[in-house]
């Protein structure tokens, strides 16, 4: 696709059903390599980047198969291994695909995940993931554009990472499940995603406290089994913000089904003070704007709270005044609107 042509100034009216995670979906299907039974994922999201961690995990050896009958299911057994490697080719289209290497190395005491881009690990984000495992007694270098880890077992120990890293937290978090004793993350991730990953670990046998705060204690199993029916993964709550967002900025009233107002409280106040009337139950949200939006100032952080900050400015753009918003994660990807005003 070249471009999209949208005509605007209609409101937006109907219903929505809320799309499974991306984020939840891509570390737990990384999760399947640390079971030897067939494991059933359902609410999978059809998206290319769940399709590339699918021929990931196809390259080394599992099935991972969407179901005829249902596409948001996908079944996965990752029973029979036999190449423990994730090549650059796979890799260099998906920051996500370092996440393989905890589950490999639990499971199988070696791995070889190429550097995403190809790159030296320096002050990477990817490092975090280097010095946790390492802590955890792997023996870890770089050899011609690939992480290479061996671990005999990895054992359980205390790690504090210099940054809070999403996908770090799940690397080892995943790696710590099969490790010999405690193992404790320190200034850990505390996003659903992390939470939902969390839990389905504990559906297969992990001993799991804590996740969803900033300290998580694992107790590492002999082994993992395949969760009883299968896990579902919770709603993609930046889908869903965005979509409520683009009501506040247009007008209109939508109904979103599958969704999780326990997820998006920052993002609801936010909307209520813009003028837009939001009500939510048990798993769905309505939202129900009819006047030009107030303004209002946001500031984007870690979660909690985060706000869906893409979709906030769209928002902006309708009100008189513009509103001032901080954006301390990515603020490359506000600078292309000259109507912002950055504070950085």
């Known amino acids: 696709m070249d471009k999209l042509l949208i005509r605007g100034g209609r409101p937006l009216n109907g219903e929505v059903t809320v799309s499974g995670a991306k984020n939840a979906a891509l570390p737990q299907l990384c999760a399947t390599l640390l079971c030897e039974q067939p494991v059933t994922l359902h609410n999978v999201p059809q998206l290319q980047d769940t399709a590339t961690i699918k021929q990931l995990l196809r390259h080394m050896g599992a099935v991972a198969e969407r179901d005829a009958a249902e596409a948001d299911r996908v079944h996965i057994d990752a029973s029979r291994i036999t190449a423990p490697e994730a090549p650059y080719e796979l890799v260099k289209t998906m920051r996500a695909t370092i996440m393989v290497l905890g589950p490999l190395l639990a499971r199988f005491g070696h791995a070889r995940v190429s550097l995403p881009g190809g790159c030296a690990i320096g002050s990477r984000p990817v490092d975090q993931h280097i010095k946790g495992l390492q802590l955890m007694g792997a023996d870890i270098g770089v050899e011609h554009g690939y992480i290479v880890a061996r671990a005999a077992k990895l054992r359980g120990a205390r790690i504090s990472t210099d940054m809070i890293t999403v996908t770090g937290t799940e690397n080892l978090l995943m790696a710590a499940t099969l490790a010999d004793g405690e193992t404790v993350l320190e200034n850990a991730a505390q996003e659903p995603e992390v939470v939902d990953l969390a839990e389905m670990l504990i559906r297969m046998g992990a001993k799991i406290e804590g996740h969803g705060g900033s300290r998580i204690r694992i107790v590492g199993v002999d082994r993992l089994h395949a969760p009883e029916g299968g896990h579902r993964i919770i709603p993609d709550r930046i889908e869903c913000g965005t979509f409520m967002c683009a009501v506040a900025a247009t007008g209109g009233e939508l109904l979103l089904k599958d969704a999780r107002a326990d997820h998006l409280e920052v993002v609801i106040d936010k909307l209520r003070e813009t003028g837009a009337e939001v009500a939510c139950g048990d798993d769905w949200i309505r939202v129900r704007a009819d006047r030009r939006p107030r303004a209002v100032s946001l500031r984007t952080s870690e979660y909690p ?40």
């Open 305 to 344: 709270p985060s706000n869906p900050s893409a979709g906030a400015s769209a928002a902006g753009t309708y009100q008189p005044f513009n509103p001032v918003r901080r954006i301390n994660l990515y603020p490359e990807r506000c600078r292309r609107r000259c109507w912002a005003r950055l504070v950085t």
